[in-house]
């Protein structure tokens, strides 16, 4: 009898589901990033290198791999 794990693919997770919940949690996360891009706006009295937008897509692009992780 062989080994079936050793030669096989992995399991891909499907597109649909990946980015429904990358939408979800870039949802999320926009309002906490404006949030927290306002605060250091106020503390720092310049602008940060990234915006509310591009901070929430980065957390999105961080968090959504990590659920599918096996």
């Known amino acids: 009898m062989s080994d079936q794990t050793a030669g096989g693919h992995a399991h891909r997770t499907p597109k649909a589901e990946f980015y429904m919940y990358f939408a ?6 926009v309002p906490l990033s ?21 901070r929430a897509w980065l957390e999105a692009k ?9």
């Open 34 to 54: 404006l949030g927290a891009w306002a605060w250091s706006v106020i503390r720092h009295q310049r602008l940060p290198v990234h915006g509310p937008l591009a």
């Open 62 to 70: 961080a968090i959504t791999p990590a659920i599918f992780r096996p």
């Open 24 to 29: 979800l949690i870039f949802m999320v996360a």
